[in-house]
């Protein structure tokens, strides 16, 4: 909730844009990137600049050729995220700083439970090529993020398919590929949508269902769902996130994964 306690907290006043990093988010994102290479020509832009073009574009749902003139041109800007994403750095970032949250908040680093869910996203117009399709249930043509985030709300695994695809396929194929960086992982919470043998036997992890009580008319909150729900909700403040504006599958997954991260980012800083 946007408090006045809240908008101090958040408050960035030290920096040229409210999407820079400071000081202290810089110690913790630095380590995860690229080291300059050894041979060639040297970088033109530091690569604080240029994670800060793209959590400006992340943040404000700008493009790339609109961002402000102190930041790198666009092409370098674009070309950066796509080297970063490409190569798993984003994902690297997203699953230290989800084990070190937790050992700060005195939890085991690896969880062993989950709560499965997904978000219908529209497209970004009809000018934008790639796998799109259309969610009957929701009436929206797009893309669907299946999300996978532990029982305090952070992003352990993320997903990105045409949104006509039923949500039990995407979340069997989250949890089939969470063994490998979550192998503790043994419950997931999941809706009614993920009932059935697909996802049951997908991998070991036991899913219970969590829906409606009998007879339940209108909204209620549902036990361990609303956790995923309030996860979407903190990374729908990027607008980049409004819509999915994004050619592939791959880049989708980028900015939805640098979003989650950006929230530990800024909870780690503010802990330190």
């Known amino acids: ?3 006045p306690a809240a908008r101090a907290q958040l408050a960035r006043g030290s920096q040229p844009y409210a999407t820079c990093l400071t000081d202290a988010e810089w110690a913790l994102v630095e380590p995860f990137l690229p ?8 970088r033109s832009w530091p690569m604080r600049l240029l994670v800060d073009s793209t959590l400006d574009v992340l943040r404000t749902g700008c493009a790339p050729a609109h961002l402000p003139r102190d930041f790198p041109p666009p092409g370098t800007v674009h070309c950066w995220f796509l080297r970063l994403s490409r190569s798993g750095t984003f994902e690297r970032l997203a699953h230290a700083l989800t084990m070190a949250d937790r050992e700060r908040v005195g939890r085991e680093a ?3 439970a989950a709560v499965l869910d997904a978000q219908s996203a529209r497209s970004g117009g009809v000018g934008v090529k790639g796998v799109r ?3 009957a249930g929701k009436k929206v043509t797009g893309r669907k993020r299946h999300a996978l985030v532990d029982t ?3 992003l352990l695994l993320a997903a990105v398919s045409p949104a006509s695809l039923h949500d039990s396929r995407g979340g069997a194929a989250l949890l089939a590929m969470s063994r490998r960086p979550w192998p503790f992982l043994a419950r997931c919470f999941a809706g009614r949508a993920y009932t059935g043998s697909r996802v049951a036997w997908a991998s070991p992890v036991a899913i219970t269902i969590v829906g409606s009580a009998p007879g ?3 909204f209620a909150v549902q036990p361990r769902r609303w956790v995923v729900e309030r996860s979407f909700a903190w990374f729908g403040r990027c607008r980049r996130l409004a819509r999915d504006h994004e050619t592939t599958i791959s880049s989708a997954i980028a900015f939805f994964t640098l979003a989650a991260t ?3 980012v800024r909870r780690l800083a503010q802990a330190l």
Not at 35 to 42: E, F, L, N, Q, Y
Request: charged residues 25%.
């Open 1 to 3: 909730m946007w408090t």
């Open 35 to 42: 080291d300059p290479a050894h041979t060639g020509r040297p």
């Open 110 to 112: 690896s969880p062993t």
């Open 133 to 135: 399709g259309h969610d």
């Open 152 to 154: 305090d709300g952070r």
């Open 216 to 218: 339940q008319k209108g």
């Open 262 to 264: 950006m929230v530990l």
